[in-house]
Nanobody, 124 residues
Framework: QVQLVESGGGLVQAGGSLRVSCAAS????????MGWFRQAPGKEREFVAG????????TYADSVKGRFTISRDNAKNTVYLQMNSLKPEDTAVYYC?????????????????WGQGTQVTVSS
């Protein structure tokens, strides 16, 4: 089993920055691809970003490309999502994800493990 715990959410003004973190524990998490999804009120959960277990490959949703950066520290079993130039439409609950296959990291129904989520609110 893999346990994922997010932190770092909060309230920020539009144009500001925020970094959310996800601490992972459990079986060989350092060998898992990890990522982030988000869900805004009244909307479907959507993919945000993903990173391979080595950190050498990353992928982003078009809506956040150039503004968000995903990274990981395998020594700390932690993945980060640095969010810059935040917009009100980025307001959502952000969920950390993990899966043994990078190919699954963008597909919600394929994801093996989910965190409980952390709220990010961007005020206009």
């Amino acid at each position: 089993q893999v346990q994922l715990v997010e932190s770092g959410g909060g309230l920020v003004q539009a144009g500001g920055s925020l970094r959310v973190s996800c601490a992972a524990s459990g079986r060989t998490v350092s060998s898992y691809a990890m990522g982030w999804f988000r869900q805004a009120p009244g909307k479907e959960r959507e993919f945000v970003a993903g990173i391979s277990w080595t950190g050498g490959s990353t992928t982003y949703a078009d809506s956040v490309k150039g503004r968000f950066t995903i990274s990981r520290d395998n020594a700390k079993n932690t993945v980060y999502l640095q969010m810059n130039s935040l917009k009100p439409e980025d307001t959502a609950v952000y969920y950390c994800t993990a899966d043994s296959k990078m190919a699954n990291i963008k597909t919600m129904r394929m994801i093996g493990y989910w965190g409980q989520g952390t709220q990010v609110t961007v005020s206009s």
